[in-house]
């Protein structure tokens, strides 16, 4: 059996934060007597990630993957509960740990704004320690993965968003770390970009058995790069399992889609189930999960179709609904 590369146990993080009244009375009462809240940021979670796995972490704003992300890469010291990745402590930060692992932030920036990327490469190279040969091996894998040629000696505030992220990415990994946390890595990015990203990371995760574990409020990213996810909301785990049987339990139904030789109306449908489309000759159909099949062979003998299928529901849509609901108490049979 794989052994697990991450292993996080019951692990809290709470900020305190400063509690303030209102008003300039308020202002004036909190200086003399200062009160404090704590605000469960991530509160016991627990699941263990194999080598090689890429991971979806996915939960609604404010949910406690960022606060996760960093307990995870060390940059913030657990309140409570036990990490371990690849053996060692993160909050440790040993020069041996960094050199495992990298945090990318979409929505935060390393390279050196004002200088060509080139040079912020130049500076992660002496600060994790890179020889020269192996800094040029990596530095031209990563140039080929991501076509960074034309963007190695531009100012990095003269390149567009897009370009800006894959030379993020490729400072975050010429120390080519074994573990990525990828928070929010296509955020802002054009489609395209974002395919070309997800691409990236299939290949080097492909490449190198790296792990990844990604956020993003990008379903597409999870869809294309995650079997497996685990779900948080208000700092607690909500789902941990394959990406497919996720949609299966909680979706109580399934979509017939139809192609008509001989077109009907929308209502000569709705005995068959929900009509979602319906232009004519092609219809999208809601059917309870268990009646799908037969939905499906009434539809073929009552109606002159060219064709049938039955799919899941998409993924975006079971996610929006299970997060759409408040308070997130854990479904039955979720956790
Ligand atoms: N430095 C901080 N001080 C106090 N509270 C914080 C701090 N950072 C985050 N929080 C709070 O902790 C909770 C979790 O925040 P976190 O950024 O981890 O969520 P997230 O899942 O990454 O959200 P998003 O998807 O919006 O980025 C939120 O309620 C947030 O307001």
């Given at each position: 059996?794989?052994?697990?590369?991450?292993?996080?146990?019951?692990?809290?993080?709470?900020?305190?934060?400063?509690?303030?009244?209102?008003?300039?009375?308020?202002?004036?009462?909190?200086?003399?007597?200062?009160?404090?809240?704590?605000?469960?940021?991530?509160?016991?979670?627990?699941?263990?990630?194999?080598?090689?796995?890429?991971?979806?972490?996915?939960?609604?704003?404010?949910?406690?993957?960022?606060?996760?992300?960093?307990?995870?890469?060390?940059?913030?010291?657990?309140?409570?509960?036990?990490?371990?990745?690849?053996?060692?402590?993160?909050?440790?930060?040993?020069?041996?740990?960094?050199?495992?692992?990298?945090?990318?932030?979409?929505?935060?920036?390393?390279l050196l704004w004002d200088l060509?990327?080139?040079e912020t490469?130049?500076v992660?190279?002496?600060?994790?320690?890179?020889?020269?040969?192996?800094?040029?091996?990596?530095?031209?894998?990563?140039?080929?993965?991501?076509?960074?040629?034309?963007?190695?000696?531009?100012?990095v505030?003269?390149?567009?968003?897009?370009?800006?992220?894959?030379?993020?990415?490729?400072?975050?990994?010429?120390?080519?770390?074994?573990?990525?946390?990828?928070?929010?890595?296509?955020?802002?990015?054009?489609?395209?970009?974002?395919?070309?990203?997800?691409?990236?990371?299939?290949?080097?995760?492909?490449?190198?058995?790296?792990?990844?574990?990604?956020?993003?409020?990008?379903?597409?990213?999870?869809?294309?790069?995650?079997?497996?996810?685990?779900?948080?909301?208000?700092?607690?785990?909500?789902?941990?399992?394959?990406?497919?049987?996720?949609?299966?339990?909680?979706?109580?139904?399934?979509?017939?889609?139809?192609?008509?030789?001989?077109?009907?109306?929308?209502?000569?449908?709705?005995?068959?189930?929900?009509?979602?489309?319906?232009?004519?000759?092609?219809?999208?159909?809601?059917?309870?999960?268990?009646?799908?099949?037969?939905?499906?062979?009434?539809?073929?003998?009552?109606?002159?179709?060219?064709?049938?299928?039955?799919?899941?529901?998409?993924?975006?849509?079971?996610?929006?609904?299970?997060?759409?609901?408040?308070?997130?108490?854990?479904?039955?049979?979720?956790?």
């Amino acid at each position: 059996m794989a052994v697990p590369q991450i292993e996080v146990e019951n692990l809290q993080k709470f900020y305190r934060v400063h509690h303030k009244e209102e008003g300039l009375l308020g202002s004036v009462r909190s200086l003399v007597n200062r009160r404090y809240r704590d605000v469960k940021a991530v509160d016991g979670i627990t699941f263990s990630i194999e080598s090689g796995e890429v991971v979806g972490f996915l939960g609604p704003n404010g949910a406690g993957k960022t606060t996760t992300l960093k307990v995870l890469s060390g940059l913030l010291y657990p309140t409570g509960g036990r990490v371990s990745i690849l053996n060692g402590r993160p909050h440790e930060r040993t020069p041996w740990f960094l050199k495992q692992i990298t945090l990318v932030m979409g929505q935060k920036n390393q390279l050196l704004w004002d200088l060509p990327a080139i040079e912020t490469f130049r500076v992660n190279q002496a600060v994790y320690d890179i020889e020269e040969g192996d800094f040029q091996a990596v530095l031209s894998e990563l140039v080929e993965l991501l076509e960074l040629e034309p963007l190695l000696r531009k100012q990095v505030r003269k390149l567009s968003l897009g370009e800006r992220m894959k030379c993020e990415l490729a400072a975050a990994l010429l120390h080519r770390p074994r573990v990525l946390f990828l928070d929010e890595p296509t955020i802002g990015l054009d489609v395209t970009m974002q395919v070309r990203i997800r691409e990236f990371i299939a290949e080097y995760n492909a490449r190198f058995g790296a792990t990844v574990i990604l956020t993003s409020h990008y379903m597409a990213d999870v869809t294309a790069l995650c079997r497996r996810v685990i779900m948080i909301d208000l700092g607690r785990l909500v789902y941990d399992g394959d990406l497919r049987l996720l949609v299966e339990r909680m979706a109580p139904y399934k979509v017939l889609k139809i192609v008509l030789r001989t077109p009907c109306r929308r209502d000569e449908l709705e005995v068959f189930g929900e009509v979602r489309h319906c232009n004519g000759v092609k219809a999208v159909l809601r059917v309870p999960r268990k009646e799908a099949a037969e939905a499906a062979a009434r539809l073929l003998t009552t109606l002159d179709l060219d064709d049938v299928t039955i799919e899941e529901p998409p993924v975006e849509e079971i996610v929006s609904q299970l997060f759409g609901r408040r308070p997130p108490a854990t479904e039955p049979g979720l956790e």
